[in-house]
């Protein structure tokens, strides 16, 4: 296995994923969703070269068509339909974010020392890359207003979760796989009309701006 590659697709994803609490513009945010599952079909590309799986590579394909491909493409549509451009004001300001981003990667290499000492490998030695993801996607569902930003949170999540199963297994069963992100994709699309339906009735989708018409 090519532990530089590994390492790369590693490291490229625990970016997008600090990247997305940093930028505030939505098409800018669904950019570097696209780049996230290029580089999550990349990873499982790596491991499926070292580990020589044909399934894992025909998961590695599926992957990079549903995650870095489609979804990308209903989040567009949703941009299009709702005519929003901008995160509004998060919860937590952009500095704060960030900071708050390095704290969590921390914890996450502090959660899985113990697993690396287990059974040190290239694989293993990623693991917190994966943690760092589920706990930055998470933040994200709780500190951005928008409801298109919280699905992006949600994304975020559900790769980091991918991406620890990839290097925990060595590779999750294919079928497995193609069906979490099959899952996805139906979210996404009710998501989309969900949104949409929103906007339409509303004016916008702002969750505080919601929650007080509620009240």
């Not at 290499?109 to 059974?119: A, D, F, T």
């Amino acid at each position: 296995m090519n532990e530089q590659l590994l390492y790369v697709a590693a490291g490229g994803l625990l970016l997008t994923a600090v990247l997305v609490l940093w930028r505030r513009e939505l098409t800018a945010i669904v950019r570097l969703l696209v780049i996230q599952g290029a580089l999550l079909a990349a990873l499982a590309g790596v491991l499926a070269a070292g580990h020589r799986s044909v399934e894992l590579s025909v998961v590695a394909v599926g992957i990079f068509v549903l995650k870095a491909v489609v979804v990308p493409l209903v989040l567009g549509r949703v941009l299009r339909d709702t005519g929003e451009a901008r995160e509004t004001k998060p919860v937590i300001n952009v500095t704060a974010s960030i900071l708050v981003a390095a704290m969590l990667i921390l914890i996450a290499y502090g959660i899985s020392r113990q697993l690396v000492r287990l059974s040190p490998s290239a694989e293993t030695h990623a693991v917190p890359v994966g943690l760092a993801m589920v706990l930055i996607g998470f933040f994200v569902l709780v500190t951005r207003r928008r409801a298109l930003s919280q699905i992006v949170g949600f994304l975020v999540l559900d790769n980091g979760i991918a991406t620890t199963a990839f290097l925990v297994t060595g590779g999750v069963p294919g079928v497995v796989e193609l069906a979490v992100s099959l899952d996805v994709l139906l979210l996404m699309l009710v998501l989309q009309i969900l949104t949409a339906r929103v906007r339409t009735a509303f004016g916008g989708t702002d969750i505080d701006e919601l929650r007080e018409l509620h009240d």
